[in-house]
Nanobody, 115 residues
Framework: QVQLVESGGGLVQPGGSLRLSCVAF????????MGWYRQAPGKQRELVATITSDGSTNYADSVKDRFTISRDNAKNTVYLHMDSLKPEDTAVYYC?????????WGQGTQVTVST
């Protein structure tokens, strides 16, 4: 059974930092392209960042130079380090694992940026 378990969300002030983690169970992690997506209230889910099996990364323009995605294949874990957080970063953040036609999602973790 495949499971993606996110953690690390919470409430942070504007300008602050958070690190999200996603641990994968039931897949051969090192083969999968991993990604972080987010969905704000009333909006569609959108791509935040992805990292391929060979470590190539891609970011949404809105988070470039503020967020960093990384992976540790030995721990079956993908991370999203978020700096200089803004109120508009408030959303539920979802972990995604993809390989050819197989896609899996985590349950999401809430990130709230507010004073």
């Amino acid at each position: 059974q495949v499971q993606l378990v996110e953690s690390g969300g919470g409430l942070v002030q504007p300008g602050g930092s958070l690190r999200l983690s996603c641990v994968a169970f039931g897949i051969i992690f090192r083969f999968y392209k991993m990604g972080w997506y987010r969905q704000a209230p009333g909006k569609q889910r959108e791509l935040v960042a992805t990292i391929t099996s060979d470590g190539s990364t891609n970011y949404a323009d809105s988070v470039k130079d503020r967020f960093t995605i990384s992976r540790d294949n030995a721990k079956n874990t993908v991370y999203l380090h978020m700096d200089s957080l803004k109120p508009e970063d408030t959303a539920v953040y979802y972990c995604n694992a993809g390989l050819v036609a197989q896609y899996y999602w985590g349950q999401g973790t809430q990130v709230t940026v507010s004073t």
